[in-house]
């Protein structure tokens, strides 16, 4: 009998906070390299729809739109517009336009956030905006500097997010993963 992948709690966390109304963002934060993107995309492909849009904002515009299933079919935006607060304000445009025309709401993912100067400002706005209007519009936003996440959360956000912290692979996960051993895991970590 085959054995299911290995799974992070992350993961399910995050998929019972998109199965709910949106009522707070949610941030998905931890250091560089622990694989917070990696576990977003695995959230999103066990979702049950594919009415998303990924955007990485340290990286060319690709979008994800309804219905698209394959590399052949990702947008992508040439232009090297900056990453700031207009460009912000035109991804959640975008997604709100997209969470309107769906039944079953849309999501949009922001991965390096903090790379947008004064992001925090910008959110807020857009943020209660939405849920003034009762929006079924989830946002995760995904960061790695914990200074900048830490100072946008706390002077803007408070209130209206959730916080799922990833972190370094422990020697438990790593164990039930990949059935490593104590020896395995320390020649790993050092």
């Known amino acids: 009998m085959p054995t299911q992948p290995y799974q992070r709690q992350e993961v399910r966390t995050l998929l019972d906070r998109l199965s709910e109304p949106p009522r707070f963002l949610i941030f998905v934060a931890g250091p560089r390299q622990v694989g917070k993107t990696t576990l977003v995309h695995d959230a999103l492909s066990q979702y049950g729809h594919s009415d998303y849009h990924f955007v990485p904002v340290d990286q060319p515009d690709v979008s994800r739109a309804p219905g698209f299933s394959s590399a052949e079919d990702i947008a992508y935006d040439r232009d090297a517009r900056p990453r700031d607060a207009a460009w912000l304000v035109e991804q959640w445009q975008r997604a709100r336009a997209a969470a309107r025309e769906s039944?079953?709401?849309?999501?949009?993912?922001?991965?390096?956030?903090?790379?947008?100067?004064?992001?925090?400002?910008?959110?807020?706005?857009?943020?209660?905006?939405?849920?003034?209007?009762?929006?079924?519009?989830?946002?995760?936003?995904?960061?790695?500097?914990?200074?900048?996440?830490?100072?946008?959360?706390?002077?803007?956000?408070?209130?209206?997010y959730e916080l799922i912290r990833v972190t370094h692979w422990s020697f438990l996960e790593m164990h039930e993963a990949f059935d490593f051993d104590l020896e395995d895991y320390m020649s790993r970590v050092n």
Do not use: F
């Open 103 to 160: 039944t079953d709401g849309h999501i949009l993912v922001l991965d390096e956030i903090q790379k947008i100067p004064r992001w925090s400002d910008a959110v807020k706005g857009l943020w209660d905006a939405d849920r003034a209007e009762g929006l079924k519009l989830h946002v995760v936003l995904l960061g790695s500097s914990p200074l900048l996440m830490q100072k946008g959360m706390s002077e803007s956000l408070t209130g209206r």
